[in-house]
């Protein structure tokens, strides 16, 4: 037990630093939450949307200080789909009897939010409509907002799409190959699938054209990889140059097909896959595949093999060159399928997508300790890379950073991981 | 004779402890000014650990340093170059895309206000080469030399700056008895120069050719000093091991079968029309110098490279190898020379490097049985005696002779019925040696066509059933009975 312990952290420092990081951003974005004013209205709307209603009755009175809590109220739940109802009287009974009145036009116990002061009034549960409804009231308490469900449940929506493909970009790093085409390839997919579903299927909504018009856009990712790795292995450039020059081509072929304009798919059908939590199952399903193909068939020992010694490999028979081919294209069609999740979560299709992501999932390889010498690295290593970078990210949103000074962040963490794992290995 | 001559370098129980190792236990070492000491002992005796110290790569833990009577801290590699020790590691420290010149001078460029001088280069180096008698071009890429010529270019280098004390880390590893005499040569002009040479081989023939001292190691032990007239080459032998040794060669003879390989005017841009049968439970050695054409050969039968002409049968059947994959399919194994290099992969585990070719045996629609696996490796290490902790060891943490029975145990899970080896005992050491010697018996008693490609000539002899001698790529000669032949008989076929 002990020894499966050390050797987790061994294995999986990272999972400590993780921990580490969540315990330092829970602390520096600790705030005071008033209970009065603007926040006093945007703490109601978040205990709202944390309870899931759809409608809710807003009783303030009409200080300007109760004013501020509607703006709050009212601005914080702009877009996430919630009726609001509003009371604006300073006397109880006639507030009593508005609230009367509208009981015919909302349902039963609906959601009643107050502002401090309408908060001390007691009868909102006499009123037979609402006997059971649950009455908001804003608190004096301190709060993470890192900590918050609303913040953490935004986390793995972000993770999921660079995590999926970082698994094919992990895949590469363990031959001693890189990938710079991935970012161009989302944007590729994106197009190619939001255009076929226009163009030839004429913006069908049938559940079966929109799968074919996804299998296009993962088949074109696919394809590029599969030069890529063509490339690279049978006139021996280096991976580095061919993925370079594919990034560029990919890219100005998704900004050529839609004239630089970003195509918008009119159906809400296809923002199936994006939504919540469908990308994070496909993530969890991928990596689920790609740690048993790492780690239990021939075909991922072989790819340590390569990136451990490729001539030692190819002398004890492995086919390198069919096996890298391979490889590349899996990274491919793994940036095809986050450009898929990325189209249906936008419900469009453009060439400015993915704009240097390839450096991010670079960094998250890395950071999750894989080797750019190639022969070594962990698939779930790579997973909680990502994470690191993401929680890192978001963190330091929360804490205000400028995005420059969360750049510089952004290099040390690189940089302190490479360092980690040099030390490690000595 | 050291009586008359002046000590130069004394070290005095010396001790050197790693982190959980004791690597060096209080070694003694005297070097006179124009002598050749000899170093000897097996792989993990200490002898590159206490060159390190001389090179200021580690620094003793315990004990003195004395160079002419001063007593001396080497705190690190300039410090020793200062002090006039120069040292020549096994493995080269040649950056291949710098001329000759640029080399040499690397670690101390003759230069005027930080600008070089190559003109001053130039004529320097051309007076080194002269001195020792060899013609190299300083200003040609190291890269285009051949491994001779760039052993001469790190003696040359090490000569640069003023040197008193020269180290010499298995200089003849890769080098043909012809360049080793080339060597030789060199050697005694230093000592005539009165430079001490400290000088370590697995080579013993050499070691009685040139040493004036022998100084063995054991297991980070001083064993002993012994003046090189007054020990046996089996007395040496038995202070590196620690025990009694019958024979270096353990050779069993016995019958030959029917023919498995048969290789058929092959021809490629190394290889000229090369024809040659080897037979069930043949041992069939081929030697000749570096360069000859050997190794090109076998990576050919190997299909690592491409043959322009001829064919290749087993038992009868022509084989149409296009790559190794191919090859090891048909049941050909290769183990190569270069073992780091192309034989392991280093970095992962000894069970890994078993399983790399042999991963269809155990597995089942592309997913590996790990536990068979691990079966199957076991077998082998109770077999072989390989000596490992277990069986995720890394393959880079074993000795020279565990690492070839790894190899081995790869091949041999394959049932491979044509077994090549390309130099069995290469950078191994004594004991080690004669476990791989009786691993190749025992395959050559189970039916195995087996090639031995070696350098060394006793080694060709003394293990062989018949030697095949190659020259600028071609058979110069098949020598039908191995028993009765001699050194000067395969030298004269690979020279002339």
Known sequence: MRQKLSSLFSDYGMVLVLALLFVVFSLTTLKEQTAEGYGAGQQLAEKALNSGATELVLVVGTSSEDRLVKEGLEESLQGKGVRVHLIAIIEPPKAKKALQELASTVPVNTLIACSKKTGNWTFYNRVDHFKDSEVLIPKNETVSSFLKASNLKTLPDKTAKTAIIAIGMTMIIITAGIDLSVGSLVALATVVSTMTLQIVFGNSSSPVLIGLSFLAGISAAGFCGFINGTLSTFFRIPPFIVTLAMMLIARGLALNLTGNRTIKVGLPDISWLGQMPNPIILMILLYGLAYFVMHKTIFGRQIYAIGGNAEAARLSGVPVKRLLISVYTISGIVAGIAGIVMASELNSGSGEFGQTWELNVIAAVVVGGTSLMGGQGKIIGTLIGCTIIEVINNGMNLMAISSNTQQIVLGCVILAAIIVDKIKKK | ?496
């Open chain 2, 1 to 496: 004779m050291p009586d008359q001559q002046k000590l130069l370098l004394q070290m005095r129980g010396i001790h050197k402890r790693f982190p959980g190792v004791h690597a060096i236990k209080g070694i003694d070492i005297d070097l006179y000014e124009g002598e050749v000491l000899a170093l000897m002992g097996e792989n993990g005796a200490g002898k590159s650990t206490l060159i390190k110290m001389l090179g200021g790569a580690h620094q003793p833990t315990e004990g003195t340093i004395e160079l002419k009577g001063k007593e001396i801290t080497i705190e690190n590699p300039q410090v020793s170059q200062d002090l006039g020790i120069g040292i020549i590691y096994q493995e080269f420290n040649l950056i291949p895309y710098l001329t000759v010149r640029e080399n040499i001078f690397l670690g101390n460029p003759k230069s005027k206000n930080g600008v070089i001088s190559k003109n001053e280069e130039h004529r320097h180096a051309q007076e080194l080469f002269k001195k020792i008698g060899i013609e190299i071009d300083p200003e040609v890429l190291c890269c285009k030399l051949s491994t001779a010529e760039q052993q001469i270019v790190e003696i040359v280098k090490a000569l640069s700056s003023e040197v008193r004390l020269l180290v010499m880390d298995e200089p003849s590893a890769t080098l043909t008895p012809q360049e080793v005499e080339g060597l030789f040569k060199i050697i005694r002009d230093l000592k005539q120069q009165g430079i001490g040479v400290i000088y370590i081989s697995h080579r013993l023939d050499e070691i009685f050719d040139i040493a004036d001292r022998v100084t063995v190691l054991r297991d980070g032990e001083y064993i002993g000093t012994k003046g090189i007239n007054k020990i046996s080459r089996q007395e040496m032998i038995e202070m590196m091991v620690g025990r009694k040794v019958e024979n270096e060669f353990p050779k069993h003879y016995h019958k030959i079968g029917a023919p498995v390989l048969e290789v058929n005017h092959i021809h490629s841009a190394d290889v000229k029309d090369v024809s040659f049968t080897v037979h069930a439970g043949e041992v069939l050695g081929f030697t000749g110098l570096v360069g000859a054409g050997r190794t090109e050969l076998m990576r050919l039968i190997f299909g690592a490279d491409k043959k322009a002409s001829g064919t290749i049968k087993l038992h009868g059947e022509e084989l149409n190898v296009k790559s190794p994959r191919d090859a090891i399919a048909r049941g050909i194994g290769l183990l190569t020379e270069d073992r780091k290099g192309q034989g392991l992969v280093l970095m992962h585990s000894v069970r890994e490097n078993f399983g790399l070719p042999n991963l269809r045996l155990f597995s089942k629609n592309g997913v590996i049985n790990g536990s068979e696996e691990k079966k199957r490796f076991a077998r082998h290490i109770e077999s072989m005696k390989i000596k490992i902790p277990h069986q995720e060891q890394l393959a880079k943490n074993l000795s020279g002779g565990n690492q070839q029975k790894v190899v081995l145990a790869k091949w041999l899970e394959q049932n491979c019925e044509v077994i090549i080896i390309d130099e069995p005992t290469r950078g191994i050491d004594v004991g080690a040696k004669y476990e791989i010697y009786m691993l190749i018996n025992q395959l050559a008693e189970k039916g195995k066509a087996i090639i031995m490609v070696s350098s060394e000539l006793p080694e060709v002899i003394g293990m062989s059933d018949r030697i095949v001698v190659m020259r600028s790529g071609e058979i110069s000669a098949i020598v039908e009975d191995a028993q009765n032949t001699t050194q000067e008989i395969l030298l004269d076929h690979a020279i002339h």
